[in-house]
C-alpha cells in the first residue's frame, strides 16, 4: 500500500532526487566545501553573526521550538518562508498543473488562487455561507463535483472576514475528503479563542496547518513560518523548497522572539490587541458611520460602509493607510488593529473619540550571555502582574514593587541560575529600572517624589527622586545568608542597579529582627515610593531646569 502522500504528489516531486547539501554538521571543521567566502561581512550585532556561510538548511532548534509552542511533535513541522510560501509548497508538491485544481471559499486570502494560478492549476471557487461561514457540506459537494480537486484551503479565522470555523467543523471535512489535501490556514488563531486544528492531523494525515510568525510574533519582514502535519505528507511537500529556505539572520531572529522569556510578554500583547479589537469594534459599531462591523477573531475588523472610498479617504487624510476591498463586497474596508493610540487616531479621524495623552508603557528586552529578560511593563495599569526569574523569593519582591506601585509589570528570565542567582537577581533589577525609565519617557507631568516611613515589625524608609541622576544609598544589615534560594547580601545591589537604569536616586534605610521582612519592607517600601513618584499630577516637566 502507498501512503496518502505518494498518491497525490506530482509524479515530479515523487521522483524527484534528493539535493545535495553540504554538512553542517561539524562547526570547528576549516569549511573549504561549499564556496563561501572565509571573511564575514562588516556588519556589527548578533544577526550579523556566520553571515558569510551558507545557513543551516533545516534548523533543528527553531523546528522544535516551534513544534513546542504549537504543541506538536517536532517532526509533524516543516519550516517554510512565512506561510506564503507554505501554500505555494503545497501547491507545488501535489497540484499537476493543467490537470488538478483546488478549492477556494470566497471572500478569503487572496494568496490560495494566485499562487495555484501561477502554478496552472485550476481554481474552483465557492462563496462563503450566510455571515461568511464555511459550512463543510459545500465544500465536500463541491469536491466531489469536480473530481479534480487536490487542495482545499480553509481560513480560521479568516481574513477577511475573521470569521472562525469550529474545530469539529474541520474534522467533518478532512474526514468526508480523505483523498483531499485540507489545509487550515491559523495565521491568526493567537488572536482568537479557538484551538487549532493541529491535533486532528494525527488521525488525518490529509489534514494539513499553516502557522507563521508574522502576526501574533509580530516578525512578519523575517518570513517564517510553518506547516504541520503527517511527516511524509511534509517530507514531500518539503522538496519543493530552495535549498537553504530561510536567510541565516531571520532563523536568529525567530529563535530570539521565540526564547521562553519572551512568551509572557508576546501574550500580553495579543490580550491588549484583543482588547483594543473589541473596543474598536464598539466604538465603531456605535459611531452610526458603518452598515457592519465585523469583529472576527483575528487583529483587524471588516467595516461596511455605503461609502468606502470616502471613509478611506477620509482616514488617509489623516495619515492612516486603509483602503476598500472591492473584492470582498461592495462597501468593504479592512482595518488592522494598532497600538491604543494608533487605535484612537482612527476613532479621532471618524469623530467618535478624541486621543488620549499617549500611554506611560514600555516592552524591553535585555540579553547577556548569562541573562535573557523580557519586561513589559505599564504606569498607568495595576494588571496583569507576572514575573518568573527562577528565583522564587526574589518574584515575590519584584512582585512587591509592582503591586505596591499600583503598576503592570511583566518580567520574565532566562538565567545562568546553574551558576548562582546573582546575575539573575541584578539583571532583572537593571531590565526592570531600564523598563521604568522607558516608560516615564520624559517625565513630564510626575510627581517625582516619593518617600515612605516604616512598616510592620520591620522598619524600611525608602525615599526616591525620579531625577534622571543615578544615585544609591542603601543601609542596613542582614544576619543571614540566604531567604530561600535568594542570597540577602544583593538587596542593596537590586537598588543600585534599578538607581543606575532607571535614573534615580534611591535612599533605603531598613531596621529590624526578621531578614525576610526587611527585605520585604525595602521592596514595598519602594514600590509605595515608586507609586508617588510616578504619579501624573500635570502637564510639566518637574524641575526648574525644565528638563529631566
Ligand atoms: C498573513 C497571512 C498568511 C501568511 O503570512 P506570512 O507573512 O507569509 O507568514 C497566511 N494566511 C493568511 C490568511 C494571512 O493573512
Same mark, same amino acid.
Given at each position: 500500500?502507498?501512503?496518502?502522500?505518494?498518491?497525490?504528489?506530482?509524479?515530479?516531486?515523487?521522483?524527484?532526487?534528493?539535493?545535495?547539501?553540504?554538512?553542517?554538521?561539524?562547526?570547528?571543521?576549516?569549511?573549504?566545501?561549499?564556496?563561501?567566502?572565509?571573511?564575514?561581512?562588516?556588519?556589527?550585532?548578533?544577526?550579523?553573526?556566520?553571515?558569510?556561510?551558507?545557513?543551516?538548511?533545516?534548523?533543528?532548534?527553531?523546528?522544535?521550538?516551534?513544534?513546542?509552542?504549537?504543541?506538536?511533535?517536532?517532526?509533524?513541522?516543516?519550516?517554510?518562508?512565512?506561510?506564503?510560501?507554505?501554500?505555494?509548497?503545497?501547491?507545488?508538491?501535489?497540484?499537476?498543473?493543467?490537470?488538478?485544481?483546488?478549492?477556494?471559499?470566497?471572500?478569503?486570502?487572496?494568496?490560495?488562487?494566485?499562487?495555484?494560478?501561477?502554478?496552472?492549476?485550476?481554481?474552483?471557487?465557492?462563496?462563503?455561507?450566510?455571515?461568511?461561514?464555511?459550512?463543510?457540506?459545500?465544500?465536500?459537494?463541491?469536491?466531489?463535483?469536480?473530481?479534480?480537486?487536490?487542495?482545499?484551503?480553509?481560513?480560521?479565522?479568516?481574513?477577511?472576514?475573521?470569521?472562525?470555523?469550529?474545530?469539529?467543523?474541520?474534522?467533518?471535512?478532512?474526514?468526508?475528503?480523505?483523498?483531499?489535501?485540507?489545509?487550515?490556514?491559523?495565521?491568526?488563531?493567537?488572536?482568537?479563542?479557538?484551538?487549532?486544528?493541529?491535533?486532528?492531523?494525527?488521525?488525518?494525515?490529509?489534514?494539513?496547518?499553516?502557522?507563521?510568525?508574522?502576526?501574533?510574533?509580530?516578525?512578519?519582514?523575517?518570513?517564517?513560518?510553518?506547516?504541520?502535519?503527517?511527516?511524509?505528507?511534509?517530507?514531500?511537500?518539503?522538496?519543493?523548497?530552495?535549498?537553504?529556505?530561510?536567510?541565516?539572520?531571520?532563523?536568529?531572529?525567530?529563535?530570539?522572539?521565540?526564547?521562553?522569556?519572551?512568551?509572557?510578554?508576546?501574550?500580553?500583547?495579543?490580550?491588549?490587541?484583543?482588547?483594543?479589537?473589541?473596543?474598536?469594534?464598539?466604538?465603531?459599531?456605535?459611531?452610526?458611520?458603518?452598515?457592519?462591523?465585523?469583529?472576527?477573531?483575528?487583529?483587524?475588523?471588516?467595516?461596511?460602509?455605503?461609502?468606502?472610498?470616502?471613509?478611506?479617504?477620509?482616514?488617509?487624510?489623516?495619515?492612516?493607510?486603509?483602503?476598500?476591498?472591492?473584492?470582498?463586497?461592495?462597501?468593504?474596508?479592512?482595518?488592522?488593529?494598532?497600538?491604543?493610540?494608533?487605535?484612537?487616531?482612527?476613532?479621532?479621524?471618524?469623530?467618535?473619540?478624541?486621543?488620549?495623552?499617549?500611554?506611560?508603557?514600555?516592552?524591553?528586552?535585555?540579553?547577556?550571555?548569562?541573562?535573557?529578560?523580557?519586561?513589559?511593563?505599564?504606569?498607568?495599569?495595576?494588571?496583569?502582574?507576572?514575573? $518568573?526569574? %527562577?528565583? +522564587?523569593? *526574589?518574584?515575590?519582591?519584584?512582585?512587591?514593587?509592582? !503591586?505596591? &506601585?499600583?503598576? #503592570? @509589570?511583566? /518580567?520574565?528570565?532566562?538565567?545562568?541560575?546553574?551558576?548562582?542567582?546573582?546575575?539573575?537577581?541584578?539583571?532583572?533589577?537593571?531590565?526592570?529600572?531600564?523598563?521604568?525609565?522607558?516608560?516615564?519617557?520624559? $517625565?513630564? %507631568?510626575? +510627581?517625582? *517624589?516619593?518617600?515612605?516611613?516604616?512598616?510592620?515589625? !520591620?522598619? &524600611?524608609?525608602? #525615599? @526616591?527622586? /525620579?531625577?534622571?541622576?543615578?544615585?544609591?544609598?542603601?543601609?542596613?544589615?542582614?544576619?543571614?545568608?540566604?531567604?530561600?534560594?535568594?542570597?540577602?547580601?544583593?538587596?542593596?545591589?537590586?537598588?543600585?542597579?534599578?538607581?543606575?537604569?532607571?535614573?534615580?536616586?534611591?535612599?533605603?534605610?531598613?531596621?529590624?529582627?526578621?531578614?525576610?521582612?526587611?527585605?520585604?519592607?525595602?521592596?514595598?517600601?519602594?514600590?509605595?515610593?515608586?507609586?508617588?513618584?510616578?504619579?501624573?499630577?500635570?502637564?510639566?516637566?518637574?524641575?526648574?531646569?525644565?528638563?529631566?
Amino acid at each position: 500500500m502507498t501512503s496518502l502522500a505518494e498518491r497525490l504528489a506530482r509524479p515530479e516531486i515523487r521522483n524527484l532526487p534528493r539535493f545535495e547539501l553540504s554538512d553542517r554538521g561539524c562547526p570547528a571543521a576549516v569549511r573549504l566545501d561549499a564556496n563561501e567566502n572565509p571573511f564575514p561581512p562588516l556588519i556589527d550585532g548578533p544577526l550579523a553573526q556566520d553571515l558569510n556561510r551558507y545557513p543551516d538548511p533545516r534548523p533543528e532548534s527553531l523546528r522544535r521550538r516551534m513544534a513546542a509552542i504549537y504543541g506538536v511533535a517536532a517532526e509533524r513541522l516543516l519550516l517554510t518562508r512565512g506561510g506564503d510560501d507554505a501554500i505555494d509548497v503545497l501547491i507545488r508538491a501535489f497540484c499537476r498543473p493543467g490537470e488538478d485544481a483546488v478549492l477556494v471559499r470566497p471572500p478569503t486570502f487572496g494568496a490560495y488562487a494566485h499562487f495555484a494560478r501561477m502554478n496552472g492549476v485550476r481554481v474552483i471557487e465557492r462563496p462563503l455561507g450566510p455571515d461568511f461561514s464555511f459550512d463543510a457540506e459545500t465544500a465536500i459537494a463541491a469536491v466531489r463535483e469536480d473530481g479534480a480537486v487536490k487542495l482545499v484551503f480553509l481560513c480560521t479565522p479568516n481574513n477577511p472576514t475573521g470569521t472562525v470555523t469550529p474545530v469539529a467543523d474541520i474534522r467533518a471535512l478532512a474526514k468526508a475528503l480523505p483523498d483531499t489535501l485540507v489545509l487550515v490556514d491559523e495565521a491568526y488563531l493567537e488572536f482568537s479563542e479557538s484551538g487549532s486544528a493541529a491535533p486532528l492531523s494525527e488521525a488525518l494525515p490529509n489534514l494539513l496547518v499553516l502557522r507563521t510568525l508574522s502576526k501574533a510574533y509580530g516578525l512578519a519582514g523575517a518570513r517564517v513560518g510553518a506547516l504541520i502535519g503527517d511527516p511524509e505528507v511534509l517530507e514531500m511537500a518539503g522538496r519543493t523548497l530552495p535549498p537553504y529556505p530561510l536567510p541565516g539572520p531571520c532563523i536568529r531572529a525567530a529563535e530570539l522572539a521565540l526564547a521562553p522569556s519572551r512568551q509572557p510578554v508576546v501574550e500580553a500583547r495579543i490580550s491588549r490587541l484583543t482588547t483594543e479589537r473589541r473596543r474598536l469594534a464598539e466604538r465603531l459599531t456605535d459611531s452610526g458611520l458603518l452598515t457592519a462591523v465585523h469583529e472576527g477573531g483575528g487583529n483587524f475588523l471588516l467595516l461596511d460602509t455605503d461609502t468606502p472610498e470616502a471613509l478611506a479617504a477620509r482616514l488617509n487624510a489623516s495619515g492612516i493607510k486603509v483602503r476598500p476591498r472591492p473584492q470582498v463586497s461592495p462597501g468593504a474596508l479592512r482595518l488592522s488593529v494598532g497600538t491604543p493610540e494608533e487605535n484612537d487616531l482612527v476613532l479621532a479621524a471618524l469623530g467618535v473619540g478624541a486621543p488620549r495623552p499617549p500611554g506611560r508603557r514600555a516592552d524591553i528586552s535585555r540579553d547577556t550571555r548569562e541573562t535573557r529578560i523580557a519586561v513589559a511593563i505599564d504606569l498607568d495599569q495595576a494588571a496583569p502582574r507576572r514575573v $518568573r526569574t %527562577g528565583v +522564587g523569593f *526574589y518574584d515575590h519582591m519584584l512582585d512587591q514593587i509592582a !503591586a505596591h &506601585a499600583c503598576i #503592570s @509589570l511583566i /518580567l520574565d528570565c532566562e538565567g545562568d541560575l546553574e551558576t548562582d542567582p546573582h546575575h539573575t537577581v541584578e539583571d532583572c533589577a537593571l531590565a526592570l529600572g531600564a523598563a521604568l525609565k522607558a516608560a516615564l519617557g520624559d $517625565r513630564r %507631568g510626575i +510627581g517625582r *517624589y516619593g518617600f515612605v516611613t516604616p512598616m510592620d515589625d !520591620a522598619e &524600611a524608609a525608602v #525615599s @526616591l527622586d /525620579l531625577s534622571a541622576r543615578p544615585f544609591c544609598r542603601f543601609e542596613g544589615q542582614f544576619a543571614t545568608d540566604r531567604i530561600g534560594d535568594y542570597p540577602t547580601a544583593l538587596t542593596p545591589h537590586v537598588f543600585r542597579s534599578l538607581a543606575d537604569s532607571l535614573g534615580a536616586a534611591i535612599h533605603v534605610r531598613v531596621t529590624g529582627e526578621d531578614d525576610h521582612h526587611k527585605t520585604e519592607a525595602c521592596f514595598k517600601a519602594f514600590g509605595r515610593a515608586l507609586r508617588q513618584a510616578i504619579r501624573l499630577e500635570g502637564g510639566d516637566v518637574p524641575s526648574t531646569k525644565g528638563v529631566l
